[in-house]
Each structure stands twice: as structure tokens, then as C-alpha cells.
């Protein structure tokens, strides 16, 4: 089993900052692939990054790449995701997710762990 916890959600202007955390904790093997989802009201959850654990090799969404940076430190366990040149369109709930295949895309049915998301608002 692997449990998932979110930090680090805010408001902010358009054009500020943020940088999300997620502590993981159970078996490294069950968490190969990590990634960061986000879901705005009314919309479909959307993947926003995925780093893989071993190797750090990460995948960004098209709406996210040159702002957003995701990354791992392992000597303290958390993964990051750096928000910069935040727009009101970023506003939504954001989810940390894991699975345990080094196939690391984007699609959120291959995700078996999910955390309970914290909340971004980006607003003037």
C-alpha cells in the first residue's frame, strides 16, 4: 500500500508562484512512476507531470512545459512540482498519483495511488 499527502497549495496572482509537495510513503517498488494530475470545476482531471522514480526522467503537459518543474529529492522522500507564471487557468485541485511500472505517461488509469489533492487558485 502507498499513501499519498499533497502540501504546499495557496492563492496566488496571475503571474506568482507556487511549489507543491507530495510525501509518499510504503513500498519504493509500488511507486516507480509518480506524477502530479490537476482537475478545475467542471473539467476532466488532466495530467500535468510525471517524473519516474529511478531515473528521474520526466514528462510535462503541453499547457504546463517551461513553467511547471517536477522533481524528487530522495534523501528526504517528496516530490516536487515548481509552478511559475501562474494563470487563471492553472486554478484546480491538484493530486499527486503513483504506480509501479516503469511506463511513465500520463494517463491517470494507470495510476493506483492517489493523494487527496491540494487546492491552487490563481486569481487577480
Known amino acids: 500500500q502507498v499513501h499519498l499527502v499533497e502540501s504546499g497549495g495557496g492563492s496566488v496572482q496571475p503571474g506568482g508562484s507556487l511549489k507543491l509537495s507530495c510525501v509518499p510513503s510504503?513500498?519504493?517498488?509500488?511507486?516507480?512512476?509518480m506524477a502530479w494530475f490537476r482537475q478545475a470545476p467542471g473539467k476532466e482531471r488532466e495530467g500535468v507531470a510525471t517524473?519516474?522514480?529511478?531515473?528521474?526522467?520526466?514528462e510535462y503537459a503541453s499547457s504546463v512545459r517551461g513553467r511547471f518543474t517536477v522533481s524528487q529529492d530522495n534523501a528526504l522522500n517528496t516530490m516536487y512540482l515548481e509552478m511559475t507564471n501562474l494563470q487563471p487557468e492553472d486554478t484546480g485541485m491538484y493530486y499527486c498519483?503513483?504506480?509501479?511500472?516503469?511506463?511513465?505517461?500520463?494517463?491517470?488509469?494507470?495510476?493506483?495511488?492517489w493523494g487527496q489533492g491540494t487546492q491552487v487558485t490563481v486569481s487577480s
Open positions: 517524473i519516474r522514480h529511478n531515473d528521474g526522467h520526466a
Open positions: 510504503g513500498s519504493a517498488a509500488l511507486r516507480v512512476c
Open positions: 498519483a503513483a504506480h509501479s511500472s516503469y511506463y511513465c505517461k500520463r494517463d491517470e488509469t494507470d495510476f493506483r495511488y
